[in-house]
């Protein structure tokens, strides 16, 4: 995709003036593995330098548990993973912090520090135990998606990334259950990786603020991991943000042009949801692939279009080229995010 070089520099300029967000990185999970690999101090080294160069403010870090850890060591894993990343916040005081409140958020949109909005991606380690949740909470959990791409006892999710195929079924009474006890903790209830038929109950039945972190369009290129059209008007209806999802396998660019194609999902849903309801959940997962690949563990290639937050800003030049106005731009790389979580957080 060819971009001009004034539509660069206009770039670099909305992400000087912006709060940038962006609502998915599995950033827990990345520490836990170099931790075990004996790396340490990861957000200052890798992370906060890029950040600072997008003007990130807001980092959606979610809790992700593998296969391999479920079900007897799924619990485990996840407090690990929240104890790496609170671990290296503590070196971090004054640069990084963890967002539990408006006043957190606050901090975060005034540039004063970066913030970090801790949240579950998948429900699989409780099993029905929900009542943990509480436990959670005070641990800094914000919220949570009842399930990943795989069954559990809550909810059905859908296919995996790599795959095509419909997975039926609706919420159980304990994933009922489980929503229930979210929104008295104030928690919102993310849908990016919930099947087609529970996230129409969720949007349809549920009163927790809903969100779905790193989602694309299906019109724009049918996969059971993007959200229909009806999906998008009944998440936007309510109030819910959607969050562009980086990765080549939803964008439709296994054969090249990511750029473009991630643009056009942009488009699309700015047009659709309106220009409120669109955010960046990026799904940067080159980092952790090769932390896990450094454990000895199987891992993939890595499918992000993007190679990091260095590229943050040739993405919103692309959207220029395409034609959205600066004003949309602003809203879709952070301002829209925080005006979400302005509005449920206690």
């Keep these: 995709m060819d971009i001009s070089l004034e539509n660069r520099e206009i770039a ?22 170099r931790h075990r690999c004996g790396v340490y101090n990861i957000i200052r080294t890798a992370y906060l330098p890029l950040w600072k160069k997008a003007g990130i403010a807001l980092v959606g870090a979610s809790v992700y548990v593998e296969d391999t850890c479920l079900p007897e060591n799924g619990l485990r894993n996840a407090l690990l993973q929240i104890l790496a990343l609170k ?25 004063e520090s970066i913030g970090i909005l801790l949240y579950l991606e998948g429900l699989d380690f409780l099993g029905v135990d929900t009542g943990l949740l509480e436990l959670l909470s005070e641990l800094g959990v914000m919220g949570a998606s009842l399930a990943w791409s795989r069954q559990n006892l809550l909810a059905y999710g859908c296919c995996r990334a790599a795959k095509h195929y419909e997975i039926r079924g609706k ?56 959200l229909t059209d009806g999906q998008i008007d009944l998440l ?12 080549s396998l939803l964008v439709g660019a296994d054969r090249g042009g990511g750029l473009e194609l991630l643009t056009r ?57 395409a034609g959205m106005s600066q004003e949309k731009l602003r809203k879709l790389l952070g301002l829209n995010a925080f005006a979400f979580l302005r509005r449920i957080l206690p």
């Design 171 to 226: 919420l159980t009474e304990e994933g009922i259950r489980a929503i229930g006890t979210m929104e008295k903790l104030h928690m919102f209830l993310d849908i990016s990786h919930l099947n087609d038929e529970g996230t129409e109950e969720v949007l349809t039945e549920a009163e927790i603020p809903i969100l779905a972190t790193h989602s694309n369009a299906r019109a724009v290129y049918f996969h059971y991991r993007n």
């Design 265 to 321: 999902h942009g488009m699309y849903l700015t047009e659709r949801a309106g220009a409120e309801h669109v955010c960046l959940g990026l799904d940067l997962c080159r980092r952790y692939e090769l932390a896990r690949r450094e454990l000895g563990e199987e891992a993939d290639a890595g499918w992000d279009i993007l190679t990091g937050y260095g590229e943050l800003a040739l993405l919103t030049a692309a959207f220029l080229e």
């Design 87 to 111: 671990e290296e916040l503590r070196d971090l005081e004054g640069e990084v912090h963890l967002i539990r409140c408006r006043a957190d958020l606050d901090r975060a949109y005034a540039g």
């Design 12 to 33: 670099g300029g909305l992400h000087a003036q912006t709060p940038v967000a962006d609502l998915h990185l599995d950033l827990p999970g990345e520490l836990l593995f």
């Design 236 to 247: 936007s209806d309510r109030g819910g943000i959607i969050g562009l999802n980086g990765c």
